[in-house]
């Protein structure tokens, strides 16, 4: 369903604006909107999906410099690193391929949350839109 998001000035950065939506809809939408957005240029966005019985949630991060981030969000709302993953972080630390702290920021989306903060703060009075849809 189309979705009409109140666009405010960002005080991050000049002629900038900032739109925030709260939502709920269907496990695995999250996805789609991120892709959805990918599409568009010059854009920052996060989306946040909450794991649901049964299913995992997702953090989706994108920025123009840093390309797109994707991790699993647990019940609990950690991020879920797969152990392949690490074992393969932890070998090319072994062979010195890189440095193993790094690569686990990357695996956390520490670089996304340094570049998105400054754009994350909404002022006093900021909009929130509710979106909804049957699940």
Known sequence: MPVDL?????????N?????AE????????????SSLMGWQRL???????????VDGSRHAYTPTLGAFTAVIGVAGDIMIPEDRLRAAMM???????V?????????????????????YAGDG??????????
Do not use: N, Y
């Open 6 to 14: 109140t666009w405010t000035p960002q005080p991050a950065a000049p």
């Open 16 to 20: 900038v604006v900032r739109a925030q």
């Open 23 to 34: 939502w709920e809809g269907r496990p695995g939408i999250a996805a789609a909107i991120a």
């Open 44 to 54: 920052r966005f996060e989306i946040t999906e909450d794991a649901s019985p049964g």
């Open 92 to 98: 090319m630390a072994a062979q010195g391929r890189c």
């Open 100 to 120: 193993l702290e790094e690569e686990l920021d990357k695996m956390l989306g520490k670089p996304w949350d340094e570049e998105l903060e400054p754009f994350r």
């Open 126 to 135: 900021a909009p929130v839109r509710w979106l909804h849809a049957a699940v």
